[in-house]
């Protein structure tokens, strides 16, 4: 730990975090046992310093969208019992920035669009949680039956090299 009044006038951190776009704004505070929380603020923390900055860099190796994508349950009941009535779509997306809208669409075996959810965040990046009623857009509830999801981000990737911007999963709905 550093003390006030040990001579430490510098302290360096190194830490391994995960990036959700390639330009990141660290806000950072520090405190010692003793003190209460105090923010740490760019500028000149010392004149033999050239400034006092954060810089975090990010290898983007895997240049998908979506990731992480899960289904919690798999399968799920949406009969009004209070036991799995939901299914939450979990994913992360990376790589946005901006407010680009991110999308899950359910749909039948046979093609048809059962649903659409809409999930908007004010900076698209970071990590989502859409729920599904098991509803169709009119309503009511969907039959017994396997469905597919779309998870997709409305966003331009024109040019920007990316692997993949949507992802296909499987969804079960039983009574």
Do not use: C
């Not at 500028?43 to 290898?59: E, F, K, Q, R, Y």
């Not at 799920?76 to 979990?90: A, L, M, Y």
């Not at 359910?106 to 959810?117: A, K, P």
């Amino acid at each position: 730990p550093v003390l006030p009044d040990t001579g430490i006038e510098i302290v360096r951190l190194d830490f391994r975090t995960a990036l959700f776009s390639a330009g990141m704004q660290l806000r950072a505070a520090a405190r010692t046992s003793q003190d209460p929380w105090q923010w740490v603020n760019p500028g000149d923390a010392m004149a033999a310093i050239d400034g006092n900055s954060t810089t975090l860099v990010g290898a983007f190796d895997n240049k998908q969208l979506i990731r992480n994508l899960t289904v919690v349950p798999r399968a799920f009941s949406p009969n009004g019992d209070g036991i799995n009535d939901e299914v939450r779509f979990e994913f992360s997306v990376l790589l946005v920035d901006g407010e680009s809208p991110v999308a899950v669409q359910v749909f039948d075996l046979s093609g048809r669009l059962v649903r659409r959810l809409v999930a908007r965040h004010a900076v698209s990046s970071g990590d989502y949680s859409v729920p599904w009623d098991g509803r169709d857009a009119k309503g009511n509830l969907a039959s017994i039956g396997l469905y597919v999801a779309q998870i997709e981000v409305a966003a331009d990737t024109d040019g920007a090299d990316i692997d993949q911007g949507s992802l296909f999963t499987t969804v079960a709905v039983a009574y």
